[in-house]
């Protein structure tokens, strides 16, 4: 009976672990399409980029230009590491950062009441920072962040059930997460 | 497009731009005739064509080409190099991360095994090494482009001078008040009869539309190194904005800008 419910157990942390999986594997490919998306305009037109980051006056001129010049290909690389799957945490955590300094800037402009544009995707100078791309931004951010912290737990649930049901003579077997 | 793009286009292309390049909206366009010892001739009647290094028209074009062309139009001809040299800067990041790919499964394997803060510390460090790559990337794409900030002493200069009423200091009401009794000078950035209507005790009233010679007699006595504020109508009114460039221009630099302005002013106070 014992031995039956631990088996059950097990299986439930299973598939827990896989639908964290899939969660995570979701957010990587979403995350990772949004940051390409968004970095490369960026990279093929930087002095605009240059211009919406000097809108949001929260920098000065030479960190403006640092931010300007190194953000996009941080996304660049971001993007790339969370599609290929590789520094996935370093990724999502450099992605819950970005995306987190993101919602607090464009609540500060909301805040002060400054009509600029987002600077979310280069050339579409018509998205003006608003509720609804605070909202955008903040939902993305959960997401990426929640992203984060399954990763950081998932292997060892995954690890935990299998070392549960070997021992019981499980035929389930886990690869690598 | 970009103008690395640009510039092996055999067609004739409409280009939006800024009218300067310290403009913050593209309202304009210019006729891109061809490309002329390694830079862009730009035809803008009722100007004669002239020739503009293609790092000031990155500046002030918005990336936004119409081609003009008679016979069917070949794009990929002209893009192609632009497209490969940019390419060619995503490819080897991208073999980058295929070399580090190849040793995911032990990395994930070393990654099954650790503890929780350790895994904390480690996506820390790949973060930290995330940041530190786009930096350097950034700096060697911008130091090696033609188009880059690092390419030219004074690339970022027209954008600095577009934005600068984000970038200069601003001061509030409550600030105003205590500079009010002391050398600051106050400059009204509104039209005369605005000014006449009500003002800032002391100001001196430089109107946006004021001529240079207008500007140069009204600031006559008044030393480069002082210390400006200039309003305006309302945070909305830009007009501040444009007699700053002009006195930064002039040679003063000492500037902060009251973004209030006299509506905010005179809501409170009677002057």
């Given at each position: 009976?014992i031995?039956?419910?631990?088996?059950?157990?097990?299986?439930?942390?299973?598939?827990?672990?896989?639908?964290?999986?899939?969660?995570?594997?979701?957010?990587?490919?979403g995350?990772?399409?949004?940051?390409l998306?968004?970095?490369?305009?960026?990279?093929?037109?930087?002095?605009?980029f240059?211009?919406?980051?000097?809108?949001?006056?929260?920098?000065?001129?030479?960190?403006g230009?640092?931010?300007?010049?190194?953000?996009?290909?941080l996304?660049?690389?971001?993007?790339?590491?969370?599609?290929?799957?590789?520094?996935?945490?370093?990724?999502?955590?450099?992605?819950?950062?970005?995306?987190g300094i993101?919602?607090?800037?464009?609540?500060?402009?909301?805040g002060?009441?400054?009509?600029?544009?987002?600077?979310?995707?280069?050339?579409?100078?018509?998205?003006?920072v608003?509720?609804?791309?605070?909202?955008?931004?903040?939902?993305?951010f959960?997401?990426a962040?929640?992203?984060?912290?399954?990763?950081?737990?998932?292997?060892?649930?995954?690890?935990?059930?299998?070392?549960?049901?070997?021992?019981?003579?499980?035929?389930?077997?886990?690869?690598?997460? | 497009?970009?103008s690395?793009?640009?510039?092996?286009?055999?067609?004739?292309?409409i280009?939006?731009?800024?009218?300067s390049?310290?403009?913050?909206?593209?309202?304009?366009?210019?006729?891109?005739?061809?490309?002329?010892d390694?830079?862009?001739?730009?035809?803008?009647?009722?100007?004669?064509?002239?020739?503009?290094?293609?790092?000031?028209?990155?500046?002030?074009?918005?990336?936004?080409?119409?081609?003009?062309?008679?016979?069917?139009?070949d794009?990929n001809?002209?893009?192609?190099?632009?497209?490969?040299?940019?390419?060619t800067?995503?490819?080897?990041v991208?073999?980058?991360?295929?070399?580090?790919?190849y040793?995911?499964?032990?990395?994930?394997?070393?990654?099954?095994?650790?503890?929780?803060?350790?895994?904390?510390?480690?996506?820390?460090?790949?973060?930290?090494g995330?940041?530190?790559?786009?930096?350097?990337?950034?700096?060697?794409?911008?130091?090696?482009?033609d188009?880059?900030?690092?390419?030219?002493?004074?690339a970022?200069?027209?954008?600095?001078?577009?934005?600068v009423?984000?970038?200069?200091?601003?001061?509030?009401?409550?600030e105003?008040?205590?500079?009010?009794?002391?050398?600051?000078?106050?400059i009204?950035?509104?039209?005369?009869?605005?000014?006449?209507?009500?003002?800032?005790?002391g100001?001196?009233?430089v109107?946006?539309?004021?001529?240079?010679?207008?500007?140069?007699k009204?600031?006559?006595?008044?030393?480069?190194?002082?210390?400006?504020?200039?309003?305006?109508q309302?945070?909305?009114?830009?007009?501040?904005?444009?007699?700053?460039?002009?006195?930064?221009?002039d040679?003063?630099?000492?500037?902060?800008?009251?973004k209030?302005?006299w509506?905010?002013?005179?809501?409170?106070?009677?002057?």
């Amino acid at each position: 009976m014992i031995h039956e419910r631990s088996t059950a157990n097990s299986l439930g942390g299973m598939k827990r672990s896989q639908w964290f999986r899939t969660y995570v594997l979701l957010v990587r490919l979403g995350l990772g399409c949004l940051f390409l998306w968004s970095s490369i305009p960026k990279i093929r037109q930087p002095y605009d980029f240059l211009g919406n980051i000097y809108e949001y006056e929260l920098f000065n001129i030479g960190l403006g230009m640092l931010i300007a010049m190194g953000l996009p290909w941080l996304g660049l690389f971001v993007g790339l590491c969370l599609i290929s799957g590789l520094f996935v945490s370093g990724a999502l955590l450099a992605s819950t950062v970005l995306l987190g300094i993101f919602a607090f800037a464009q609540a500060s402009v909301l805040g002060r009441g400054l009509p600029i544009g987002c600077g979310c995707f280069s050339g579409c100078g018509e998205d003006f920072v608003s509720y609804g791309s605070l909202l955008r931004v903040v939902l993305v951010f959960v997401a990426a962040s929640l992203g984060f912290v399954v990763v950081l737990l998932q292997s060892s649930t995954a690890a935990e059930s299998v070392a549960s049901v070997r021992p019981t003579g499980g035929t389930c077997s886990t690869s690598s997460p | 497009m970009t103008s690395q793009e640009l510039r092996h286009s055999p067609y004739l292309v409409i280009l939006h731009v800024k009218t300067s390049a310290d403009q913050k909206d593209y309202k304009h366009y210019e006729l891109f005739v061809g490309t002329k010892d390694g830079q862009a001739k730009l035809y803008d009647p009722p100007n004669p064509p002239g020739l503009v290094p293609f790092h000031e028209l990155a500046q002030r074009w918005a990336g936004v080409g119409l081609i003009v062309s008679a016979s069917p139009v070949d794009a990929n001809a002209f893009l192609a190099p632009g497209r490969r040299r940019f390419m060619t800067y995503v490819a080897i990041v991208v073999a980058v991360i295929l070399v580090l790919h190849y040793g995911r499964r032990r990395w994930i394997a070393y990654w099954a095994g650790m503890s929780r803060r350790r895994r904390f510390v480690l996506a820390l460090s790949q973060c930290a090494g995330l940041t530190v790559l786009g930096l350097l990337a950034g700096f060697i794409y911008h130091f090696a482009n033609d188009e880059g900030f690092l390419a030219h002493g004074n690339a970022t200069t027209s954008v600095v001078r577009a934005h600068v009423g984000s970038l200069l200091p601003h001061v509030n009401k409550e600030e105003v008040a205590e500079l009010l009794n002391t050398e600051t000078v106050f400059i009204d950035a509104r039209y005369a009869r605005d000014f006449k209507a009500g003002h800032l005790a002391g100001a001196i009233n430089v109107p946006v539309n004021a001529s240079d010679d207008e500007r140069g007699k009204v600031l006559n006595g008044v030393s480069k190194d002082s210390h400006l504020v200039i309003y305006c109508q309302s945070a909305g009114c830009k007009f501040a904005e444009e007699v700053t460039k002009k006195l930064m221009a002039d040679g003063f630099s000492d500037i902060s800008i009251f973004k209030g302005g006299w509506g905010e002013w005179s809501a409170d106070n009677d002057t």
